[in-house]
């Protein structure tokens, strides 16, 4: 009588595993991929080992967190006696085989999971199929397409009696995951302090607690490290700063005015005056990231790099920002030079002004290359501008109809960027109009003034005689 349980035990074992022979067995797995590149060729291998017969194999793509899976590939074995796409091989045991998808060019829209289904025969009936499947998360990286480094709060004017803070933003757009963005300063890496949030426009001078390093240490070039040296001296001394051009002010000589000429008369002035709140030691660096992803699953990142500027030593200074991503093989940079406007190239239009005419006084260019962009403001010097105001932002100046009287004026365009400022002065000068006679001009450009009373008493004269 005891031993039945036991009996009956092994006639249960015995029957599970005659089923389970019946049914026969399926393992299903894809092989591991590491990230891949856009635009790469990649192809996804599901490997199943069997002993029983292939019924059906299903690719799918898994959309929407898994809500939505997509039928990329299908093989009915009811329905096709093509095994090309399979590869199979003995093994220790049984048939293992192998379902390979190939995508040529894979794109960013290709990231996300993917599954292999496969389905064999029941063993003891045809009409049931035994089915398993295996799942690959497929990552595709994209490198950044496009880097560039650009000014904050620009343009903006420049300060010589208080110091101000000066922010690069580098913008890098495409990449996928996001990159790794630094700065560099005439090659050297640049050590900065991270920020979680980036500092105010309206914002002091930013403070760091680490010790002091001087200028020195930095392979400067020598003739701007004695420059500034010198103008440091000059302000120890009490004595007045040294300028570029110390023997030309910004208003030019008044006997100037009075020299006949046809032609306008470029003339440039740089302003390098450094108040005392400028210092000869090394910068502290602050840097703050940020990131927007897009809708096409790439990460747009900004880097600003925040200090105190000092004209002295940051002018022609070169930053460089640079990229490092998995998707590239060497990093990606771009590159902008601080360099103060200077002589800026006048351009008068028409060359040879008549009364009446509009003249367009523009700043074409500069002798170098100007980062970041400068502001431009115009003067008339010792009067106003034709339309009544003291002066006029831009970097065109308009002068509609221009009169007689303003033959021989002096204008003045000052051109200034952080780094520094410059002004340029051009003499206009305005020829007589044949199609007006001299004197019946008014300030706007039309018939008036003694001239033109006379000319109007004679018509009213010369139509009373008639009507006698």
């Given at each position: 009588m005891r031993a039945a349980p036991s009996l009956r035990g092994g006639v249960c074992l015995l029957l599970a595993a005659i089923l389970d022979l019946a049914r026969g067995y399926l393992t299903v797995n894809i092989e591991p991929l590491p990230p891949v590149v856009a635009g790469d060729a990649v192809t996804l291998k599901c490997n199943f080992k069997t002993d029983g017969r292939m019924r059906e194999i299903v690719w799918y793509r898994v959309t929407d967190g898994g809500t939505i899976k997509q039928k990329i590939f299908t093989f009915d074995a009811m329905f096709s006696t093509n095994f090309s796409h399979m590869e199979n091989y003995r093994k220790r045991e049984d048939l293992v085989y192998q379902s390979t998808v190939r995508l040529p060019e894979v794109r960013i829209s290709d990231n996300g999971p993917y599954e292999c289904h496969v389905g064999i025969y029941d063993r003891a009936t045809r009409e049931k199929v035994v089915l398993a499947s295996g799942n690959i998360f497929l990552n595709v990286m994209a490198p950044p397409t496009s880097i560039e480094v650009v000014a904050a709060d620009t343009p903006a004017p420049f300060s010589r009696y208080q110091a101000q803070n000066f922010t690069l933003v580098c913008i890098v757009s495409g990449g996928k995951p996001a990159p790794t963005v630094y700065f560099k300063r005439d090659g050297d890496l640049i050590d900065a302090v991270p920020l979680s949030e980036p500092p105010s426009v309206s914002s002091g001078p930013l403070q760091d607690s680490r010790?002091?390093?001087?200028?020195?240490?930095?392979?400067?070039?020598?003739?701007?490290?004695?420059?500034?040296?010198?103008?440091?001296?000059?302000?120890?001394?009490?004595?007045?700063?040294?300028?570029?051009?110390?023997?030309?002010?910004?208003?030019?000589?008044?006997?100037?005015?009075?020299?006949?000429?046809?032609?306008?008369?470029?003339?440039?002035?740089?302003?390098?005056?450094?108040?005392?709140?400028?210092?000869?030691?090394?910068?502290?660096?602050?840097?703050?990231?940020?990131?927007?992803?897009?809708?096409?699953?790439?990460?747009?990142?900004?880097?600003?790099?925040?200090?105190?500027?000092?004209?002295?030593?940051?002018?022609?200074?070169?930053?460089?920002?640079?990229?490092?991503?998995?998707?590239?093989?060497?990093?990606?940079?771009?590159?902008?030079?601080?360099?103060?406007?200077?002589?800026?190239?006048?351009?008068?239009?028409?060359?040879?002004?008549?009364?009446?005419?509009?003249?367009?006084?523009?700043?074409?260019?500069?002798?170098?290359?100007?980062?970041?962009?400068?502001?431009?403001?115009?003067?008339?010097?010792?009067?106003?501008?034709?339309?009544?105001?003291?002066?006029?932002?831009?970097?065109?100046?308009?002068?509609?109809?221009?009169?007689?009287?303003?033959?021989?004026?002096?204008?003045?365009?000052?051109?200034?960027?952080?780094?520094?400022?410059?002004?340029?002065?051009?003499?206009?000068?305005?020829?007589?109009?044949?199609?007006?006679?001299?004197?019946?001009?008014?300030?706007?450009?039309?018939?008036?003034?003694?001239?033109?009373?006379?000319?109007?008493?004679?018509?009213?004269?010369?139509?009373?005689?008639?009507?006698?």
């Open positions: 010790p002091f390093r001087s200028l020195l240490h930095r392979d400067l070039d020598e003739t701007k490290m004695q420059k500034s040296l010198s103008l440091l001296d000059a302000e120890t001394r009490g004595g007045r700063p040294y300028t570029e051009r110390p023997s030309r002010g910004l208003t030019p000589d008044p006997s100037l005015l009075l020299q006949p000429t046809t032609e306008n008369i470029p003339e440039t002035v740089v302003s390098r005056e450094f108040p005392r709140w400028v210092h000869g030691s090394e910068p502290v660096y602050f840097l703050h990231h940020s990131r927007s992803p897009g809708s096409d699953g790439t990460v747009e990142v900004r880097a600003l790099l925040t200090w105190t500027l000092n004209p002295q030593i940051d002018n022609e200074a070169l930053f460089s920002c640079e990229v490092k991503h998995p998707a590239l093989s060497m990093p990606m940079q771009a590159e902008v030079t601080l360099v103060a406007p200077k002589g800026p190239k006048i351009v008068m239009t028409p060359s040879r002004a008549k009364v009446g005419d509009t003249v367009r006084i523009l700043v074409h260019g500069f002798q170098n290359e100007v980062f970041p962009e400068p502001m431009f403001t115009w003067t008339r010097v010792g009067s106003r501008l034709l339309d009544g105001s003291a002066e006029f932002a831009g970097k065109e100046l308009v002068l509609e109809r221009v009169p007689a009287e303003l033959n021989g004026s002096m204008y003045r365009c000052t051109a200034q960027n952080p780094l520094g400022a410059t002004d340029t002065h051009t003499r206009l000068i305005v020829f007589e109009n044949p199609n007006i006679p001299r004197g019946t001009e008014d300030s706007n450009g039309s018939a008036s003034g003694p001239a033109g009373v006379r000319l109007a008493l004679v018509l009213a004269l010369t139509v009373a005689l008639e009507l006698t």
